[in-house]
């Protein structure tokens, strides 16, 4: 048994092994067995988030911005780029961990809005528009 861990340390270091390392076997460390997945993008269990991210391009790339722990949840505040799509997706990742490892997941999504269209002329994420 693991002594006691950084929730918001071990979760990003799993989104950095997954998203932007692809390192499935290492990732298994990471993700529960029995994960639950409340995304509707994302098929169900661990293997449907690791199918899903096998699938998108390998320009693929996690940044994240902001990391919340509170309990046994950790809500992280990120960016999906190099997605196969013509915008980054600015992601609220809601994590529920358990016995050390991720277990459950929401998220909320968006394109990333450019400064001619962000009406309060403020960026989605960090301090900078997208180029």
């Given at each position: 048994m693991r002594g006691k861990?950084?929730?918001?340390?071990?979760?990003?270091e799993a989104f950095d092994t997954l998203f932007n390392k692809r390192d499935?076997?290492?990732?298994?460390?990471?993700w529960s067995p029995n994960y639950l997945q409340h995304s509707a993008h994302i098929a169900p269990g661990r293997e449907g988030l690791f199918d899903l991210v096998k699938a998108l391009p390998s320009e693929l790339h996690y940044e994240n911005a902001l990391a919340l722990a509170e309990g046994d949840y950790v809500i992280l505040h990120g960016r999906f780029s190099g997605n196969g799509q013509p915008r980054?997706?600015?992601?609220a990742d809601i994590v529920r961990m358990?016995?050390?490892?991720?277990?459950?997941h929401w998220d909320v999504l968006q394109d990333e809005a450019s400064k001619a269209e962000s009406k309060s002329g403020l960026p989605m994420f960090k301090d900078h528009f997208p180029e």
């Amino acid at each position: 048994m693991r002594g006691k861990i950084d929730n918001k340390a071990f979760v990003l270091e799993a989104f950095d092994t997954l998203f932007n390392k692809r390192d499935y076997e290492a990732a298994k460390r990471y993700w529960s067995p029995n994960y639950l997945q409340h995304s509707a993008h994302i098929a169900p269990g661990r293997e449907g988030l690791f199918d899903l991210v096998k699938a998108l391009p390998s320009e693929l790339h996690y940044e994240n911005a902001l990391a919340l722990a509170e309990g046994d949840y950790v809500i992280l505040h990120g960016r999906f780029s190099g997605n196969g799509q013509p915008r980054a997706l600015i992601a609220a990742d809601i994590v529920r961990m358990a016995d050390g490892v991720l277990a459950e997941h929401w998220d909320v999504l968006q394109d990333e809005a450019s400064k001619a269209e962000s009406k309060s002329g403020l960026p989605m994420f960090k301090d900078h528009f997208p180029e």
